[in-house]
């Protein structure tokens, strides 16, 4: 089959982007496949969750029903551990295991994975494989609430173990109830626990995230997270509010994606 009558197929299946989509089935999918990849491309279904695996800073990451997908604009809190030398990180609500992995694969330093979905973490234990980590101890997971007072008192006591600088670094469910409601067919499939942030505008999740680790930001050398189009000025508000200075990194697109803060004491 050439490329042109799979996008043939794939438009006729009302994929919008088929041209890409095309090329990307052709370079990782199996080619006798591909009259039940389009049939499930036309029902809505994930082409990332087809394919069964998807490339996230350049490493390979399992993904399928139950994990959200890797994005690009999450790289960007790859970006910042690496940039301030962090030693260590702390990656929570860690899903598939794509930031903390990749941040362990760039620096060759220690990641601590919290994740409390057993679909999802079943993911971030065969990422770890997948990208050679298994039996490094470099990659420590965590089956817990964020939320969880006795994981808050870890975190702050590995902190004191850790001689270097260390981050805590969070893609947590953001999007608004406008936002779900008008979700694209394909990101219906993803888990909504890993999507809605709560509230009418998707941050009950963040406003009891600073209530519950205010103290223990204040002690992290680097604290970054992932937030909806125009949530930053809210999230710079409350990071604020428990004595930091917020500052803003844009995705490529020009738009407010993450916010963090540098504690240089």
């Not at 399992?62 to 030693?87: M, Q, S």
């Not at 260590?88 to 601590?112: H, M, N, P, Y």
């Not at 995230?209 to 409350?238: K, N, P």
């Amino acid at each position: 089959m050439t490329i042109f009558e799979l996008q043939k197929l794939l438009q006729n299946a009302g994929v919008t982007n088929a041209v890409q989509e095309s090329d990307w089935i052709l370079k990782y999918g199996d080619i006798n496949k591909i009259p039940e990849i389009v049939e499930r491309r036309a029902n809505g279904e994930p082409l990332q969750y087809i394919l069964g695996e998807w490339e996230f800073y350049g490493y390979p990451f399992k993904v399928g029903k139950g994990v959200l997908i890797p994005r690009p604009e999450t790289e960007l809190l790859v970006d910042l551990a690496v940039e301030h030398d962090c030693f260590g990180a702390f990656d929570l609500c860690a899903g598939s295991g794509c930031v903390g992995i990749a941040f362990v694969k760039e620096t060759g330093c220690q990641v601590l994975s919290v994740e409390n979905s057993p679909e999802a973490l079943e993911y971030l234990e065969q990422n770890i494989t997948l990208n050679a980590l298994a039996n490094t101890k470099q990659v420590h997971v965590f089956q817990n609430d964020v939320f969880d007072e006795d994981l808050i008192k870890t975190v702050n006591d590995v902190m004191s173990l850790i001689s270097g600088n260390s981050a805590i670094l969070i893609n947590p469910p953001y999007l608004s109830k406008d936002d779900i409601l008008n979700l694209q067919k394909e990101v219906r499939h993803e888990p909504m626990t890993a999507l809605f942030g709560g509230g009418n505008d998707g941050l009950d999740f963040y406003r009891d995230f600073f209530r519950y680790w205010g103290a223990t930001l204040r002690r992290i050398h680097l604290f970054a997270c992932e937030v909806g189009d125009s949530q930053a000025e809210a999230v710079s508000e409350m990071i604020r509010a428990v004595g930091l200075d917020p500052l803003v990194k844009k995705d490529l697109s020009g738009v407010d994606r993450v916010v963090y803060s540098v504690n240089s004491e």
